[in-house]
């Protein structure tokens, strides 16, 4: 995870605790998925592999186009904030 962040956004991250674990369907493929959470250890992004980054709340984020996997941890995040 470490590797792909300074890949993807050219910043260093420590990688936190396991947040969610759930299995997805794809193209007859099951997958398991694993998020974490995830320090960021430089706001200094370069942007390789995409062209822009945004910041969302957990509920802007519900409005936006997204995997159902994704909505997986998406679900998780907000139940855990609900949660306290």
């Not at 995870?1 to 936190?16: T, W």
């Not at 299995?23 to 320090?39: C, P, S």
């Not at 945004?54 to 679900?75: H, K, P, T, V």
Request: charged residues 25%; aromatic residues 8%; hydrophobic residues 40%.
């Amino acid at each position: 995870m470490k590797r792909e962040f300074l890949e993807e956004l050219g910043v260093p991250v420590e990688v936190g605790e396991l947040v969610h674990q759930g299995e997805f369907t794809n193209r007859g493929r099951r997958y398991r998925l694993m998020a974490f959470e995830v320090l960021l250890l430089s706001h200094d992004f370069c942007l390789g592999e995409h062209q822009r980054l945004n910041w969302f709340s957990l509920e802007e984020a519900q409005s936006l186009s997204m995997a159902g996997s994704d909505r997986q941890i998406l679900a998780a995040l907000l139940q855990t904030v609900r949660e306290g």
